[in-house]
């Protein structure tokens, strides 16, 4: 009697274990499923308004004549292109991947996707150079040197050069695989010897030159670039507070006038810091792991990558949004048409050019007007 009641006990404890068991698989299957559903729209998000903000940086040019009498907003609506297809053809491939853990498209697509991917993405980035570029022709340079150097014969070039300099490190090299030579063994280890994933892996030479051409030289000329319109844009501030202290008056206009600079000078701020946090990450680790024997976690590599494809639905806000022209053309747009958005815009905008060019009497006296306007 003992030996069954033993026996009896001893079945029931291993089927609680076994019970507890099956629960903690369910459970963690739910939050898998859960996390999955979570991520999935959360991406889906971020597809969607990438590829609404840029749709309507491009709308706003097609039907805003003023737009397309400005050379930046040609920079910005290509950039807006190069974004736009980032969303299209990029974005959701990685977006598949990611969430069903496989990669569904053939080793062929792999390196069309990677390529596509390096392609789009360094195209935005020296669209983003340009635009500081332009900028610091515009604001820190005389009239008629921004007219000499920004010609539309120059600027057709520069746009040329956005889309093909990234092809000799997209295309042409992960085509030919020449990124993973020398590296073999690793990459057939972490894939696994299967078509199930893309992974992306690259040699210390590839690593190098793309990451120098794609992120390091940009970020050092928009770095000088946006240093030098501040320091003008400080400049002019420290002007329109002289001038305000021998007026001796409290001119809300000569208090508009201040807080326009000094919030010109916080929005250069504003975009280095987003292009860097969104970008650097993944350029240090892409210069880095290949040194240190392929350690970085997939897991880190996804997220970095993520966050870069996120600067492409930040560039609509930080690039036109900020732009007082495209805003204006945004509220006609989005307002079907609505005249009073026009009349208005354009009121303010010639007024304040008069006001400014008129105020001061040296010769970059639009410094703060561009910042604006550009």
């Avoid at 340009?130 to 057709?156: F, G």
Wanted: contains cysteine.
């Amino acid at each position: 009697v003992d030996k069954l009641n033993c026996t009896i006990s001893g079945k029931g404890f291993l089927d609680d274990v076994i019970n507890d068991g099956q629960q903690q698989q369910e459970q963690q299957e739910f939050l898998t499923s859960l996390e999955t559903v979570f991520l999935t729209i959360f991406l889906s998000v971020i597809i969607i308004l990438t590829m609404f903000g840029n749709l309507l940086v491009m709308v706003a040019l097609c039907k805003d004549r003023h737009l397309r009498r400005k050379k930046t907003s040609y920079f910005i609506v290509s950039l807006a292109f190069a974004d736009l297809l980032v969303a299209l053809l990029v974005m959701p491939f990685a977006a598949i991947e990611l969430t069903t853990g496989q990669w569904h498209f053939g080793e062929i697509f792999c390196l069309v996707r990677t390529s596509l991917d390096v392609l789009l993405t360094t195209a935005s980035i020296l669209h983003l150079c340009c635009i500081a570029l332009d900028r610091y022709y515009a604001i820190c340079c005389q009239p008629l040197v921004y007219r000499y150097k920004m010609t539309p014969v120059r600027v057709a070039l520069m746009l040329i050069g956005c889309w093909v300099i990234p092809t000799f490190i997209s295309f042409l090299p992960i085509m030919q695989k020449w990124n993973t030579i020398g590296i073999e063994d690793i990459k057939q280890s972490l894939s696994g010897g299967s078509n199930t994933s893309c992974v992306f892996l690259v040699n210390q030479p590839y690593a190098l030159i793309c990451s120098a051409v794609a992120f390091y030289v940009p970020l050092a000329l928009m770095v000088l670039a946006y240093q030098r319109i501040y320091v003008t844009a400080m400049i002019h501030v420290r002007q329109i507070e002289t001038l305000h202290r021998s007026s001796n008056s409290s001119d809300p206009l000569n208090h508009y006038r201040l807080r326009t600079a000094t919030g010109a000078a916080k929005t250069l701020a504003i975009i280095m810091g987003c292009f860097s946090l969104c970008w650097a990450p993944f350029f240090i680790t892409n210069v880095v792991d290949p040194f240190i024997h392929y350690s970085v976690p997939w897991q880190v590599w996804t997220a970095w990558l993520w966050l870069g494809y996120i600067n492409s639905g930040l560039n609509p806000f930080l690039y036109a949004y900020l732009n007082q022209a495209f805003r204006r053309a945004f509220l006609v747009i989005l307002c079907c048409g609505d005249d009073r958005y026009t009349q208005q815009g354009t009121c303010s905008t010639g007024s304040y050019y008069v006001f400014l060019c008129t105020v001061l009497i040296n010769s970059s006296t639009c410094v703060c007007a561009h910042l604006l306007a550009l």
